[in-house]
């Protein structure tokens, strides 16, 4: 064993600077000393001392910066609030001139009408969900069919409160219809010729019952153009849609209330007494008080819709009758407009509205007010009309969605009887393993055995909801 030597370290011995990290030359004489293993830690300590202290400098250097800064804003706030208390102290605080508080009004109205939107948008985004409109479809079937049983109920034991349901329910279905439309854009549909005839409807049978021009006006604009637009417009009777069975409503009740006034109702001449004026109804007489309101309604139509807001109409922003029909040209009215120029569209459709009122009116002149028989064989006629188009909605519009939801399905099942076909051939199967056991559990609605087979059958499935695809095929039986 050899000894250990007790002089001075060789060269060769001596530790590198550079291995010590962050230590400094100056610190090499102590590992000269013979007492270098000690004396590391004196080292290490003098080090972190000095950056520590280097630190902790810097730190009260920013502090110190800050605290002067924030001294100068002091100072400052210091001297404004002093201004400002002088200022009132000395009375040189002045009103607000009217023009800073129109300009306040105004940005806190703005800023109110964009809570506003917002809150509605939330509203709406809530409105439409899969679990309301549901809700809301089972609650307008509900009253549109509670509301057929009892108009007709009313019809057969009291036709002398049928206006007076009339006008409890367009109370009701004109707010809700402006609001609904206002939401998409389409409340320029309300200033059309059917809401006209409503407003007069509800001016004769409250304000003005004894006035026999108003009368042979109303009589004969709600069997006409508001009878036959069922058949125009395709109105059907689809009990789910509130929509529709409001313009089902707006439609067909006006010309039911005036036929009952006029052939059903009891006792008539002392609750209308324009039709003591009226026994026999004048076509000549007819036709031109009739057609006075009109130009009424349409000069007014013309002024606000077509030449004071054409700009949203054109632009797109906004939706009337005529750029509807022009957006669905698989009518035959679409068709015609779409072939005329541009500038003479208007002129052009205005004047067939005319003479479509016009046509309509005639038969109820000629033939329904001198016989209940023909009016109500007219009120059958276009209610089966609306019938047969819900019917034509209920069965082509579901069919569709139904055909769509058996087509994913079936895919379902494809996918699942490839899936169970490839585990055939697995060869972590055992060989006894029955592949039909593999399947999911039979289910009521397909009557097979698992999903190793189907039956296109459609007695087993279910009815569909109508949430989703009726949106999109529902304008083909408007």
Known sequence: MSRPSSGPPSPSGRIESGNMGFFSLPFEKFIRDGEG??????????????????????????????????????????????????????????????????????????????????RLAKVSVAWQSAKVVRMREKISFFY?????????????????????SYTVQLLYMMPYRFWAYKRQNWHYFLFDLCYYVNVLNIIYLWIAPGSSALFLACYCLSHGSLASAIITWRNSLVFHDHDKVTSMFIHFYPPLVFTVIRHFYPGAEQRFPALNDLPTMHATKALAISSVLYFVWQALYWKLILIDRRKKIESGQRTTSLTFLLNHQRGAIGKILAKVKPERREMYFMFAQYLYAVLTEVPCIFLLYDSAFSSATYLILIFSVSVWNGAGFYIEVFGRKFERELEALRKELAEANSALASQRTSPTLDPTTDVEDLSTPPSPMLGGKGLGKFEDSTDAMPNPSGVGAVVTDEKKHQ
């Open 37 to 118: 293993q000690d004396l590391n830690a004196f080292t290490l300590l003098d080090t972190l001392e000095t950056y520590f202290d280097a630190r902790i400098d810097l730190i009260s250097r920013d502090l110190a910066k800050r605290t002067d800064q924030l001294k100068m804003r002091t100072d400052k706030l210091k001297k404004r609030a002093e201004s400002a208390f002088d200022d009132f102290r000395k009375g040189q605080i002045k009103t607000p001139s009217p023009e800073m508080l129109s300009e306040n009004f105004d940005q806190e109205v703005k800023r109110l009408r964009v809570k506003a939107s917002e």
């Open 144 to 164: 549109g069919v509670n509301l057929l049983l009892f108009t007709a109920l009313l019809f057969g034991c009291a036709p002398e409160y049928l206006h007076i």
